[in-house]
């Protein structure tokens, strides 16, 4: 990236900020966009909303199997009901 040590250490600890060039230069060293370096997340943190998005997706089947059953329910009650009426 062409930059001494010095200013590096300078960055790095927080004692000067990256202008948008450098940022640039980041981006392709590690090929992606200003972006996409900016709002990289933690493979920790993606890891966590994927196992939280898992737990919500099992409970969202879940809910739909209970919905389907229900349903179910209901036809067969509504073809008891039926039936009743035309036997009575």
């Known amino acids: 990236m062409d930059i001494s040590i010095p200013a ?3 960055i790095e600890t927080g004692i000067t900020d ?3 060039s450098r940022l640039e230069q980041i981006a392709n060293l590690f090929e992606m966009s200003v972006v996409q370096l900016l709002t990289f ?3 920790e943190q ?3 909303f994927v196992n939280e998005l898992e ?3 099992k409970r ?3 809910r739909e199997t209970e919905v389907i059953d229900l349903q179910k329910k209901v036809i067969e009650l509504f073809e008891e009901l039926r039936h009743s ?3 009575a």
């Open 8 to 10: 590096f250490s300078k």
């Open 18 to 20: 990256i202008n948008l």
């Open 41 to 43: 997340n933690d493979t």
């Open 46 to 48: 993606d890891q966590k």
């Open 55 to 57: 737990t919500v997706n």
């Open 60 to 62: 969202l089947m879940d």
């Open 85 to 87: 009426k035309v036997t």
